[in-house]
């Protein structure tokens, strides 16, 4: 069964420094998402990106996210100088389509800590 | 988007079924009722979704009352892989993004 695959598992980074979470999404499908999960909150929606641009993005995605999708295959989440409250389980999903009624598949989550 | 309310924690014998109950008073006429779960830190996992018919796919059913504003989620016959915590959901269509609710902690008891 086709799934999302994230890397890394674990990102530890020093506050102020730069970290790209990669994803890459299940192949046939063309909407891509990013949502995070501080620990033993919510999962919460930063940002969906489709046709190579972003489509939505909540007031947590700031200018210090980025999102890219430099090839065929991957889908990247650039947060560019950490904070600590940044520290978070980050999730990459991916739809066929948009809105409803298609699921979003979830990857496993890159948890990152920012010290 | 809908807010959606559901209880931290619920406990269910293993074999007998547990229903997740949600609450989506605000919900809109065209926002979904989805459920996904979470086991441990992973990511979370589809299970099911609806507008406002019920309905059953092979992991679990969705009842949602006439006026939309809570929904049932049933494991029909609950295994101790089911503890997870369950997320209720709700996603406008049109709109990509899901927003979670808290959560309930389900814990099946052998």
């Known amino acids: 069964e086709p799934e999302v695959t994230q890397t890394p598992s674990h990102q530890v980074t020093q506050m102020g420094q730069e970290v790209i979470l990669r994803c890459v999404p299940i192949?046939?499908?063309?909407?891509f998402y990013w949502y995070r999960q501080i620990l033993g909150q919510k999962v919460e929606f930063l940002v969906s990106?489709?046709?190579?641009?972003?489509?939505?993005k909540s007031e947590i995605f700031d200018d210090q996210f980025s999102v890219e999708r430099p090839d065929g295959s991957n889908f990247t989440l650039k947060i560019r100088s950490t904070k600590l409250e940044d520290s978070a389980m980050y999730f990459c999903?991916?739809?066929?389509?948009?809105?409803?009624?298609?699921?979003?598949?979830f990857g496993p989550g890159t948890r990152l800590t920012v010290t | 988007d809908a807010k959606t309310t559901q209880p931290p924690s619920m406990d269910c014998a293993e074999g007998r079924a547990a229903n997740l109950p949600c609450n989506h008073s605000?919900?809109?006429?065209?926002?979904?009722v989805y459920w996904y779960r979470q086991i441990h830190s992973q990511g979370p996992q589809y299970i099911i979704h609806?507008?406002?018919n019920n309905e059953t796919n092979e992991m679990a059913s969705l009842i949602i009352t006439e006026d939309r504003k809570s929904s049932t989620l049933i494991l029909p016959h609950a295994t101790l892989r089911d503890t997870a915590v369950y997320y209720c959901?709700?996603?406008?269509?049109?709109?990509?993004?899901?927003?979670f609710g808290t959560g309930t902690r389900l814990t099946i008891i052998p």
């Open positions: 959901a709700t996603n406008n269509f049109g709109n990509e993004k899901l927003t």
């Open positions: 605000t919900i809109s006429g065209n926002e979904y």
């Open positions: 192949s046939n499908h063309l909407y």
């Open positions: 990106f489709y046709n190579n641009e972003i489509s939505e």
């Open positions: 999903a991916s739809s066929y389509t948009s809105g409803g009624p298609y699921e979003q598949y």
């Open positions: 609806g507008l406002k």
